[in-house]
């Protein structure tokens, strides 16, 4: 047996130290660095047999053979869509979120929906509970199989017996390995046992789905190395008070970051919502002023989404300004066109702008929309419902054009929209029937357009 060896670790970001220090050097956090034993004894590969050591060659780019990377389809459109297709086999993929967001919830349904043999492992609860959870779904799928087991090597265990074709580890900040002397969820435990599964997965072309705790600012707990050993990083957002999810890719080897997954959860576990459009615009009896629609993209997917915005009278001295699910400081800059450029008095009055539906959008294809929507509420008069907005505002108070604006206006067109306005230096190639097509320069024409 080897002799074991300590080192000191950051437990907020993972920097190692040869040394205790108070302070982190690398993010600055008090009382963070604590002592673990990195090694207890000589380490063997995850089947725990010696192997013969196998040399790479150096080959040349032309002479590497490649085949069509093979993709297990996972018979769930929205995750297929945000992994890029499915899942590559020998991939690994980290899902992250907020505790009781559904994460769980998500990849039973997943490991339960695969028509291949499925070993779900879970460390945090037990068979029973997650046979409760598997009748709250109701699946029939007699393919998956369930593991209440946090030792790695046990685990590598039964995937020999059981052979089988995907793996679920819920969650990587359970396990532990006995080959480190550290608590489960340390530095050093996560980095070795994802290291482990990394090189089974490999090895074995098995695709594995890890899911990861997060720390009270919303990044995964544990070090930032465990993002850069995994193949794919998914995020599960969403506010628990609201029924939707949203599942974004902050990494993707195999595919698009950009690409947006959307669901829905219900008694019966989380519904695949395939016309995001229809729910995140409100559903009202009349016009109301201070809403406008605006057509914005998410990956390959269009979205039309509701814009609200409320202008008051400053009541206590200071005006506010407060955005939800849009950045606030866009917001000021597009306030300070409005009175620059088109003459329109906000700064002594409240500005509060909202993204119905609780997403969060960083498209500026929808600052027209927002323009639309403060001006509605500031002339307290409503926009039509079947009007929308598609457009970038600059800070001459020019109206930008934006990116595929066909894919947005056939979007727009598909849902029972009239009227869309656009950038006058928007090109358009095709024609469209049912809708009207509103081309605009400045900010002064949408003031003209809407309440002249």
């Known amino acids: 047996m080897a002799k074991a060896k300590t080192t000191f670790f950051c437990q907020n970001c993972g920097t190692q130290y040869a040394k205790w220090l108070g302070q982190c050097n690398s993010c600055h956090e008090w009382n963070t660095i604590v002592e673990e034993v990195i090694q207890k004894e000589e380490k063997r590969n995850w089947k725990q047999t010696p192997t013969t050591k196998k040399t790479n060659k150096a080959l040349k780019i032309n002479e590497i053979p490649f085949d069509k990377e093979d993709r297990i389809s996972t018979l769930n459109n929205e995750l297929n869509r945000v992994l890029g297709g499915g ?3 020998g991939s ?3 899902l992250g979120g907020e505790p009781g967001i559904g994460k769980s919830t998500l990849l039973l349904q997943i490991a339960l929906g695969i028509p291949k043999r499925v070993l779900y492992v879970s460390g945090e609860e037990s068979q029973s509970q997650i046979k409760m959870r598997a009748e709250r779904l109701q699946s029939k799928n007699t393919n998956c199989l369930i593991l209440t087991e946090t030792n790695t090597q046990n685990i590598f265990r039964a995937i020999e017996e059981v052979q089988p074709d995907v793996v679920v580890i819920d969650s990587i900040q359970t396990l532990h390995t006995e080959y480190i002397e550290a608590s489960p969820g ?3 435990q996560i980095r070795e046992t994802t290291a482990e599964f990394i090189k089974f997965a490999k090895e074995t072309a098995t695709p594995v789905l890890l899911i990861g705790h997060i720390t009270k600012d919303g990044a995964i707990a544990g070090p930032k190395i465990l993002e850069h050993m995994v193949d794919v990083v998914l995020q599960f957002e969403g506010d628990r ?5 949203i599942l974004r890719a902050n990494k993707n080897r195999f595919g698009s970051t950009a690409e947006l997954g959307i669901y829905e959860m219900q008694s019966i576990g989380l519904r695949e919502v395939e016309n995001p459009s229809e729910i995140l615009i409100s559903q ?3 016009d109301l002023s201070g809403t406008a629609i605006a057509a914005t993209l998410e990956g390959m997917r269009p979205l039309m989404i509701e814009v609200q915005a409320l202008v008051s009278t400053a009541v206590y001295g200071t005006p506010q300004r407060s955005a ?5 400081k866009r917001l000021n800059m597009l306030l300070a066109v409005l009175e620059k450029r088109a003459g329109f008095r906000l700064g002594a009055k409240d500005v509060f702008l909202n993204i119905a539906g609780g997403i969060k959008v960083d498209d500026p294809a929808i600052d027209l929309a927002v323009i639309s929507a403060i001006l509605s509420s500031n002339e307290d008069d409503a926009i039509p419902q079947d009007f929308c907005f598609a457009a970038e505002i600059g800070l001459a108070g020019e109206i930008r054009p934006v990116n595929r604006v066909e894919q947005r206006i056939l979007e727009a067109e598909k849902l029972g929209f009239h009227k869309i306005f ?3 230096f928007n090109k358009i190639s095709k024609s469209f029937t049912s809708i009207k097509i509103v081309k605009v ?3 002064d024409d949408i003031y003209a357009n809407l309440f002249a």
Do not use: F
Request: proline residues 0%.
């Open 186 to 188: 340390s530095i050093s």
């Open 92 to 94: 690994m993929t980290l």
């Open 324 to 328: 939800t699910g849009y950045d606030t």
């Open 422 to 424: 656009i950038s006058k």
């Open 241 to 245: 008070n609201h029924t939707y999810r």
């Open 87 to 89: 899942l590559v086999k």
């Open 284 to 286: 009202k009896e009349g």
């Open 441 to 443: 320069a400045k900010v």
